[in-house]
């Protein structure tokens, strides 16, 4: 078993941090400064279309070139790096483990056992597992939950030859939903055990649902709507010619109690049809947000969903915590990982705008800070 998830909540060795985007690449270091951190580089550069596709490394020697060209910008001399695949690409199990086993039989167990888990053949997956808490089955029989992370071996093969032939050595490579979790760690600690909250990361092209309950992943879904598609609507709309930059986006304001109506209707917003139009998409998105949610609570006896945390480049919309607070009728807040970190960092360097966004990198850069 090669080990590509190793140490999922632990700190590692001197390095950074680097976020594969389908539009951006972003990178952060950051140094321990007692009990926080202390931001030493932050930089993102732009990603072309063709270069990443569906979230996975479609042109590895562009992206080669990529990394190379924003290193060298930045002059970071690391050759260690912590990156992440697609949360999409991820296979994310708790599975019930005999108590009484020692490490070996433990990796042989998991070893034998993971493909009964997988959607895919276990000799086309990298495989790691993570012990976390002891539990009595129904049988009085005393277990061990143990967390199972895979991926396909063509994913991170392509992560590998990509980064070796930027001059990098991957450190860590993990799923991007356990680098997003790492930065909200103190909030989901507030939370009794009984109560799941639901992390939804609005990306550039789909969002990834992650419900967690004590911080590990119960449930994840992956819904094809992101900001191009929001963009999309909204230049259609307003008879704009397609374009992939979703800048414009950052600076508009979504009704939060918007009232649709048929046929050639207003949607809210005046009868704006760029504002009618982006309230349609997210509407679609709340919908599939409720059906995920409705599907876990009745698979699961005794939680329930307290909140909704909204992360991504999405998430930096105006008023779309409100939005989907009147829609889902639970508590729905935008992370902010450089608050949550207490980052000191001027406006000017990370705009409030972008912080939604950064939750991956910087979750990635934690990783990597002794």
Excluded: H, W
């Amino acid at each position: 078993m090669v080990n590509f998830f190793k140490r999922l909540l632990s700190k590692s060795s001197n390095g950074l941090g680097l976020e594969i985007a389908p539009e951006r690449l972003n990178l952060v270091q950051l140094k321990p400064q007692g009990p926080t951190y202390e931001l030493e580089t932050y930089a993102t550069v732009e990603v072309p279309e063709g270069v990443v596709e569906e979230g996975l490394i479609a042109d590895p020697p562009e992206m080669a070139l990529l990394i190379q060209d924003l290193l060298a910008e930045n002059n970071i001399k690391s050759k260690r790096v912590a990156t992440a695949v697609p949360a999409r690409e991820g296979v994310i199990r708790i599975i019930p483990v005999p108590k009484e086993l020692n490490e070996a039989e433990m990796r042989e167990y998991m070893n034998q056992e993971a493909g009964l888990y997988l959607p895919f053949p276990r000799e086309e997956a990298d495989v790691d597992y993570q012990k976390l808490g002891e539990f009595m089955d129904e049988d009085g029989i005393e277990k061990v939950q143990v967390l199972l992370v895979a991926t396909r071996k063509e994913v991170t093969d392509t992560y590998i030859s990509t980064f070796q032939e930027a001059g990098l050595g991957i450190d860590i490579l993990e799923i991007s939903s356990f680098a997003l979790l790492r930065t909200i760690r103190e909030q989901l600690l507030q939370l009794p055990p009984e109560e799941a909250i639901v992390l939804t990361d609005i990306q550039f092209d789909s969002t990834e649902i992650a419900i967690v309950v004590d911080g590990i992943p119960q449930f994840s879904r992956t819904i094809p709507i992101g900001t191009l598609q929001v963009q999309s609507a909204l230049a259609q709309a307003m008879n704009l010619p397609p374009s992939r930059n979703t800048d414009m986006l950052q600076g508009m304001t979504i009704p939060a109690n918007p009232t649709e109506s048929t046929g050639s209707g207003t949607m809210g917003g005046g009868g704006n049809p760029g504002t009618e139009a982006i309230v349609k998409v997210f509407s679609e998105l709340g919908d599939e947000l409720r059906r995920s949610i409705d599907f876990y609570v009745n698979q699961s006896e005794g939680l329930e969903v307290s909140q909704v945390m909204l992360a991504g480049p999405g998430a930096a919309i105006g008023g779309l915590d409100e939005f989907f607070n009147q829609r889902l009728s639970l508590l729905c807040t935008v992370v902010d990982p450089v608050e949550n970190l207490s980052l000191e960092v001027e406006e000017e360097r990370i705009p409030l705008v972008e912080r939604p966004g950064l939750g991956v990198v910087l979750g990635l850069a934690m990783r990597e800070a002794k």
